[in-house]
Structure formats: structure tokens, C-alpha cells
């Protein structure tokens, strides 16, 4: 039963990633919802919030409580509970929110603008830290909790096969972190041994922890075939909180071309 609740999980936690904020993987254009504020007058008290006067800059830290479009009611009295303090936003999100996040007390992370769904970014950037918010979009209703605002990272910087190969012949590695997001069938085709293989199909199991895995203060670079899927897992990793991320140009058909022509090409 456990592992058919898993399988069945799994797609799920993946289009809740793509959809509500991690990465260039979640940019969806010309998507549109309407947007509700949980209580205007809760939101002019607090200083802002949806329609107000808050406008977040930078990257916005989040949590939320997903349900279906027809638990408006459901919401509602969640909203009541979390503002008359009777139950904790997390506790309410681990029992009750449709979306993977769940398990980190609905916890979605840090998301800058144009990486979410317009309805939700709304939101998202303009309710005070600290408080809570409805939106409506077309994946469900919403209660959005803002947990912490921060400037925009750096973004990541592109390097060309010939700085990578610069890297792996200095020999030691210590200093540096090599992530190939290609998937597994391409990485039994040609892989450089040096990288570690973490599938951008699979982002949902390994982003959450990722900062706990790797030191995110270290070089790290990112490869995939052509360094277009690179450069997304890239700005994931830099919402996670990476420091100095590195995308690999052209990837590893760029390498096998200029660099290792004996290695299969795809």
C-alpha cells in the first residue's frame, strides 16, 4: 500500500514543483487566475498584502496550503484557525494541503518574480512578511504564508568546456561540485566520471535537501547535454541558496566535440 501511495505521489510532487515556484521550470506565460486576498482589512493592519501597499523586491521565502477550487469553505476555515491561533499553518499543511510540500510544513522555498503563475507571485509579493494570504489559480486555492524576503542572488555564470576541462585536470576535486541533470539513459550513453548524476526528472526528491547534501558556498558546476537544462537546475540550486553556481556552455556535446572527440555523441 505504501509504495502504491508513493507511485501514485509522484507525479503529483512533480507537477507541484514545476508549477508553484522552484526554478525556470515553474515559468508558465500567459498564465492567468483571480486572486483573492485573504482579508483586506487584515492586510491594511498589517501594512500591506494583496492590493496594498507592500511590493517585495528580490526573492520572497513561502509556504502554502493547496486544495481543490470546490474546498473554498475548507479554506476558509483554516484562515480562521491560523489567525485566531487555534492551529499552526505548518501542522494545517502537513494534514490537509494536495501538494507534495506538505511534508516540509508546506513549505515551498525562496521564488523571485516570473517563476511562479501570475495569481500566486501576486500574492506572494505583496503580502507582509509574516502574514498570511488567499489566491486563486488554475491548479487550486491557496493560503500563502510569507515566511522571509531576501535580495536576488547572483545569477549563474556560464563557462565553456575548455574552463571545465581546466578544472578536472587540476586533479583535486575537493573544492568544487560536478552535477550532471541529464537523465539516466544519457548518462550511460557518454558521462564524464567525474559528475554525480541528479536527473532534472527527479528534482523533486533532491532539491528539498540539496543545500544539506552539498556545501552551497562552493563552486559548483552544472551539466547537461547542450546547457540548457543545466542552466534551469542552475537557478534551482541558486534559489536554493548556492553562491557560486556555473553553467557548462554547450554541455557535454560541446565537450565531446572540443574536447574528448572519442566520446559518443547523442
Same mark, same amino acid.
Given at each position: 500500500? +505504501?509504495?502504491? +501511495?508513493? =507511485? =501514485?505521489?509522484?507525479?503529483?510532487?512533480?507537477?507541484? #514543483?514545476?508549477?508553484?515556484? $522552484?526554478?525556470?521550470? *515553474?515559468?508558465?506565460?500567459?498564465?492567468?487566475?483571480?486572486?483573492?486576498?485573504?482579508?483586506? =482589512?487584515?492586510?491594511?493592519?498589517?501594512?500591506?498584502?494583496?492590493?496594498?501597499?507592500?511590493? $517585495?523586491?528580490?526573492?520572497?521565502?513561502? +509556504? $502554502?496550503?493547496?486544495?481543490?477550487?470546490?474546498?473554498?469553505?475548507?479554506?476558509?476555515?483554516?484562515?480562521?484557525?491560523?489567525?485566531?491561533?487555534?492551529?499552526?499553518?505548518?501542522?494545517?499543511?502537513?494534514?490537509?494541503?494536495?501538494?507534495?510540500?506538505?511534508?516540509?510544513?508546506?513549505?515551498?522555498? #525562496?521564488?523571485?518574480?516570473?517563476?511562479?503563475?501570475?495569481?500566486?507571485?501576486?500574492?506572494?509579493? *505583496?503580502?507582509?512578511?509574516?502574514?498570511?494570504?488567499?489566491?486563486? !489559480?488554475?491548479?487550486?486555492? $491557496?493560503?500563502?504564508?510569507?515566511?522571509?524576503?531576501?535580495?536576488?542572488?547572483?545569477?549563474?555564470?556560464?563557462?565553456?568546456?575548455?574552463?571545465?576541462?581546466?578544472?578536472?585536470? =587540476?586533479?583535486?576535486?575537493?573544492?568544487?561540485?560536478?552535477?550532471?541533470?541529464?537523465?539516466?539513459?544519457? #548518462?550511460?550513453?557518454?558521462?564524464?566520471?567525474?559528475?554525480?548524476?541528479?536527473?532534472?526528472?527527479?528534482?523533486?526528491? #533532491?532539491?528539498?535537501?540539496?543545500?544539506?547534501?552539498?556545501?552551497?558556498?562552493?563552486?559548483?558546476?552544472?551539466?547537461?547535454?547542450?546547457?540548457?537544462? *543545466?542552466?534551469?537546475?542552475?537557478? !534551482?540550486?541558486?534559489?536554493?541558496?548556492?553562491?557560486?553556481?556555473?553553467?557548462?556552455?554547450?554541455?557535454?556535446?560541446?565537450?565531446?566535440?572540443?574536447?574528448?572527440?572519442?566520446?559518443?555523441?547523442?
Amino acid at each position: 500500500a +505504501a509504495a502504491a +501511495a508513493a =507511485a =501514485a505521489a509522484a507525479p503529483v510532487a512533480s507537477a507541484c #514543483w514545476r508549477r508553484m515556484g $522552484h526554478g525556470l521550470l *515553474s515559468v508558465r506565460p500567459g498564465v492567468r487566475g483571480d486572486l483573492r486576498c485573504a482579508s483586506a =482589512a487584515a492586510a491594511a493592519a498589517a501594512g500591506g498584502g494583496a492590493g496594498g501597499a507592500t511590493s $517585495h523586491q528580490g526573492q520572497v521565502k513561502v +509556504a $502554502h496550503i493547496l486544495l481543490e477550487a470546490n474546498e473554498q469553505p475548507r479554506l476558509d476555515e483554516m484562515y480562521e484557525q491560523i489567525m485566531a491561533q487555534v492551529e499552526e499553518f505548518s501542522d494545517l499543511a502537513a494534514m490537509h494541503s494536495n501538494c507534495p510540500s506538505k511534508d516540509r510544513g508546506g513549505v515551498l522555498g #525562496w521564488i523571485a518574480r516570473g517563476q511562479t503563475v501570475g495569481p500566486f507571485e501576486e500574492v506572494a509579493f *505583496s503580502t507582509p512578511v509574516g502574514s498570511i494570504a488567499k489566491a486563486s !489559480t488554475n491548479f487550486g486555492i $491557496h493560503l500563502i504564508q510569507v515566511l522571509e524576503v531576501r535580495e536576488s542572488p547572483p545569477a549563474p555564470v556560464n563557462v565553456s568546456v575548455a574552463d571545465l576541462q581546466e578544472v578536472l585536470e =587540476a586533479g583535486d576535486l575537493s573544492e568544487v561540485q560536478l552535477i550532471d541533470v541529464r537523465e539516466q539513459g544519457e #548518462w550511460d550513453t557518454a558521462k564524464l566520471s567525474q559528475f554525480t548524476l541528479l536527473p532534472m526528472s527527479q528534482m523533486p526528491m #533532491w532539491v528539498p535537501t540539496v543545500a544539506e547534501d552539498l556545501d552551497p558556498n562552493k563552486p559548483t558546476y552544472v551539466l547537461c547535454k547542450a546547457g540548457i537544462r *543545466s542552466m534551469r537546475a542552475a537557478l !534551482t540550486l541558486i534559489d536554493q541558496g548556492f553562491t557560486d553556481v556555473r553553467n557548462v556552455s554547450g554541455g557535454i556535446d560541446a565537450y565531446a566535440a572540443k574536447i574528448d572527440p572519442s566520446m559518443k555523441r547523442y
